[in-house]
């Protein structure tokens, strides 16, 4: 049985914040979980998981990846706590071709609410070297990531895809920028210094925000993205205090609870008061109490309301999309050809190395109690046959095309016909 690549996950396309972020899970724990599938089942052969705030997917190569699937299913609503039927409405899976062309276009920004985001490259070039995923992928999954991260490269130098507002942190900006108007006079606060964080904080000084503060656990690494906009850098302790004098607060953080809840702000506005705070939460899972939206004088926005707001941006950059898609096309043809003449490499390599094994079994038998001149002659003309023997199935081999009905049977019936396994990952014996 031949190896397959596909992908099983959720993204903003068919699941709502409410439920990704049920979904959210560690990524050590995820490649924890992964492992026991790859080294003590045997369900995977290879595997890399690629996390951000609007996706979590599991690109693995399987023999089986039909069970494989469903092991993975199961796995995914035991680690979130989402009942399997649910689960199984909020996410998909792909295989083969479709899933290639999926992470190509992933890589590219297409499958972004926001076309040509900038930052899912990154983030698709952080799973690939993942220190983790060292261990997890093989030689498909490594070829794929790598062909990916240069297909997102070809869509943004070769097309204007990326051009303008190409991040979520950006588009969520302009958003509160046409609720708030000039930002000249609003005191901002953004909680999380990471790299969401650390970018909201560079927008909102460029758009000319009035106060600038960023909260962080570690109140060294807030300093260090606030000082150089001109801000303060302060520690998650002084939180309460912060919101009682904030406009604008963002959300960008990774935490397990609420950072900051309806009562809290409750507590913040005095009945005499009449404040008007807007909340972006662009956390995943999210850092505000949607209870929030209830508090008099607040406005909450979170990552739906974004993903709403931007889809009418899609058409500025529409024009660009069938060139990008046209060269994720290409690229994942490159891929299909890979895969196929590895595919014909594998069956070849088994082969040779089958007749090779044979050939030296019998000169090494025949030559007992020969002199070792005469077993030097028998085996130069055992491999010698053998190599005269391999010569026309190994042209056929490698011209056969696994796409075609004639390739297919061909390298199918191969091993059966000489009694080999291609997908054993032994190496072809070394020959003079």
Known sequence: MSMELFVVGTSQSVAPTRVRERMHVDLDEVYAALGALLTERGVLEEAIPLATCGRLELY?????SERALKLLVRMLARRTGVPS?????????????????????VASGLDSVVHGEAQILGQVREAAHHPLAMTSKGPILHRV?????????KVRTETDIGRGAASLASASLKMVEREMGSLGDVRALVIGAGETGALMARLLRKSGVGTLVVANRTEETAREVAAPLGGMGVGLDRLPELLAGADLVVGAVTAGEWLV?????????????????????????????????????????????????V????????????????????????FALWMRSRRSVDVLKAVRRQVLDLARAEAERFGQGR?????????LLARSLARTL???????????????????????????????????????????
Do not use: W
């Not at 024009?319 to 994720?328: D, G, L, S």
């Open 60 to 64: 693995c190569v399987a023999r089986d």
């Open 85 to 105: 039927d649910e689960l199984r409405s909020h996410i998909y899976a792909l295989r083969g071709p479709i899933a290639v062309r999926h992470l190509f276009r």
């Open 145 to 153: 990531f790598e062909m990916a991260l240069a297909t997102g490269k």
């Open 261 to 309: 809840t309806a009562d809290m702000m409750r507590a913040q506005v005095r009945p005499s008061e009449a404040r008007s705070v807007r909340f972006l939460d662009l956390a995943h899972p999210r850092n505000f109490d949607p209870a929030l939206a209830e508090v008099p004088g607040v406005t909450l926005f979170d990552l739906d309301h974004v993903f709403e707001r």
């Open 311 to 334: 889809e009418a941006a899609r058409a500025a950059r529409a024009a660009q999309v069938p060139r990008a898609e046209a060269i994720v096309r290409e690229q994942a043809e490159a």
């Open 371 to 379: 002199s070792e001149e005469e077993k030097e002659q028998m085996r």
């Open 390 to 432: 391999l010569h026309p199935p190994t042209l056929a081999l490698r011209e056969a095309d696994p796409e075609s009905p004639e390739g297919r049977f061909l390298l199918d019936a191969a091993p059966a016909l000489f009694g080999v396994d291609p997908d054993d990952g032994a190496q072809p014996p070394e020959s003079n």
